[in-house]
């Protein structure tokens, strides 16, 4: 084995989302560097493929101003603790995977002191807080772009980006397997079934988990035979059972450890909580209605900030209100319950919907391994 091939990366991803990412991106980069070494802070899908994580990844997976500042002074010592590790211990690149707000600032640190830096996930900067794009040319050598119009912004704007295609794409496939997926879970073939997603993250099950209920029990009053399932982290899973018990629907909602894209092959429609679940319930091609409620003050900066009508990623993508956006105030368990009921007695509309979903999973869809580890190569080149 040649030396080239003996690579150590540090990398951070800071949430669910970024670890689906970042395994896939280590499937990559493994293959380009077979005895590549890589630490930091990870999850699941990165341990599994050796990745030594020297923090829990819980510890950064926290959304929101005031979240945040009530984690703060932990989250900068872990950043503090992380950065002093890597000048000392010095890895040939650093690759910042989304979480911003924390891999952001540790990368200009890395940077200014002369590492190479990748950042992977472009930040939203053509959505919302575009004052970031000064931070991300300080920040990253290079950015791995998932969406096909951000290069072009980038190098706008005097950053180094690639294309590389959504990871998601080639994982989720062209034509979900439905049947198969209802069987895995025990589902019956010819019941319609809900898929109910509040979301991955402690603060959005609390503000969420007890609304999607509620939603259930009113459109089961009018879909008695309506079936329920809802996908849950096992580290979440006592607080989500909890919030079930108190419910009028704990009988009849199902919860499954993991398994959320079996979850959205299996489902007819899905009400599921603004994020990167969200684009996979579109790669699913499933018809959905997008939710979200956070801390008052969190939304009032963050909506002062948004620069496009979308909150939504199957919106922003399809640059349409293609799919239904209920929001803070606006996200009752009745108005909810009744969009997705309407998915249901739509099947004209759920058509087009998914021919629409198809055109953008393949334009998505790209050999996203073997182009990161493409640009990654040449970063480490220059």
């Given at each position: 084995m040649?030396?080239?091939?003996?690579?150590?990366f540090?990398?951070?991803?800071?949430?669910p989302?970024?670890?689906?990412?970042a395994?896939?991106?280590?499937?990559?980069?493994?293959?380009?560097?077979?005895?590549?070494?890589?630490?930091?802070?990870?999850?699941?899908?990165?341990?599994?493929?050796?990745?030594?994580?020297?923090w829990?990844?819980?510890?950064?997976?926290?959304?929101?101003?005031?979240e945040?500042?009530?984690?703060?002074?932990?989250?900068?010592?872990?950043?503090?603790?992380l950065?002093?590790?890597?000048?000392?211990?010095?890895?040939?690149l650093?690759?910042?995977?989304?979480?911003p707000?924390?891999?952001?600032d540790?990368?200009?640190?890395?940077?200014?002191?002369?590492?190479?830096?990748v950042?992977?996930?472009?930040?939203?900067?053509?959505?919302?807080?575009?004052?970031?794009?000064?931070?991300?040319?300080?920040?990253?050598?290079?950015?791995?772009?998932?969406f096909?119009?951000?290069?072009?912004?980038?190098?706008e704007?005097?950053?180094?980006?690639?294309?590389?295609?959504?990871?998601l794409?080639?994982?989720?496939?062209?034509e979900?397997?439905?049947?198969?997926?209802?069987a895995?879970?025990?589902?019956?073939?010819?019941?319609p079934?809900?898929?109910?997603?509040?979301?991955?993250?402690?603060s959005?099950?609390?503000?969420l988990?007890?609304?999607?209920?509620?939603?259930?029990?009113?459109?089961?009053?009018?879909?008695?035979?309506?079936?329920?399932v809802?996908?849950?982290?096992?580290?979440?899973?006592?607080?989500?059972?909890?919030?079930?018990?108190?419910?009028?629907?704990?009988?009849?909602?199902?919860?499954?450890?993991?398994?959320s894209?079996?979850?959205?092959?299996?489902?007819?429609?899905t009400?599921?909580?603004?994020g990167?679940?969200?684009?996979?319930?579109?790669?699913?091609?499933?018809?959905?209605?997008?939710?979200?409620?956070?801390?008052?003050?969190?939304?009032?900066?963050?909506?002062?900030?948004?620069?496009?009508?979308?909150v939504?990623?199957?919106?922003?993508?399809?640059?349409?209100?293609?799919?239904?956006?209920l929001?803070?105030?606006?996200?009752?368990?009745e108005?909810?319950?009744?969009?997705?009921?309407r998915?249901?007695?739509?099947?004209?509309?759920?058509?087009?919907?998914?021919?629409?979903?198809?055109?953008?999973?393949?334009?998505?869809?790209?050999?996203?391994?073997?182009?990161?580890?493409?640009?990654?190569?040449?970063?480490l080149?220059?």
């Open positions: 040649s030396d080239a091939q003996h690579k150590r540090a990398m951070v991803a800071g949430e989302s970024g670890d689906l990412l395994g896939l991106l280590l499937d990559g980069i493994q293959a380009r560097w077979p005895m590549l070494q890589a630490q930091g802070i990870g999850g699941p899908q990165m341990l599994r493929r050796g990745f030594e994580s020297w829990p990844q819980e510890k950064l997976a926290v959304r929101g101003y005031i945040v500042l009530r984690h703060y002074a932990e989250i900068a010592s872990i950043r503090r603790q950065k002093a590790r890597l000048l000392r211990e010095w890895p040939e650093f690759i910042g995977i989304d979480a707000d924390f891999n952001l540790l990368e200009s640190a890395l940077r200014g002191r002369g590492m190479k830096t950042h992977f996930v472009c930040p939203s900067i053509w959505a919302w807080r575009a004052d970031r794009i000064e931070k991300i040319r300080s920040a990253a050598d290079h950015v791995l772009c998932i096909p119009f951000e290069p072009a912004l980038l190098e704007q005097g950053v180094e980006a690639s294309y590389v295609g959504h990871p794409a080639n994982v989720i496939p062209m979900p397997d439905r049947a198969a997926a209802r895995v879970l025990g589902l019956p073939d010819d019941a079934v809900v898929a109910l997603l509040p979301g991955s993250r402690r959005e099950i609390r503000a988990a007890a609304r999607f209920f509620a939603t259930a029990a009113l459109m089961r009053q009018r879909m008695p035979d309506l079936r329920f809802t996908p849950v982290i096992p580290s979440l899973r006592e607080e989500v059972e909890a919030l079930l018990r108190a419910s009028d629907v704990a009988d009849r909602v199902q919860l499954v450890d993991g398994r894209h079996d979850v959205l092959a299996a489902c007819d429609v009400l599921i909580a603004s990167t679940a969200t684009l996979e319930a579109a790669l699913f091609k499933r018809p959905m209605v997008i939710a979200y409620n956070m801390n008052r003050v969190s939304w009032h900066l963050m909506h002062r900030q948004q620069l496009q009508p979308w939504g990623l199957p919106n922003i993508l399809c640059r349409d209100f293609v799919v239904p956006e929001l803070q105030e606006a996200a009752t368990p108005a909810l319950a009744e969009a997705t009921l998915w249901l007695q739509a099947p004209d509309e759920v058509g087009a919907l998914q021919r629409r979903f198809t055109s953008l999973h393949a334009e998505l869809q790209r050999d996203t391994p073997t182009l990161c580890a493409d640009a990654i190569e040449k970063v080149a220059g």
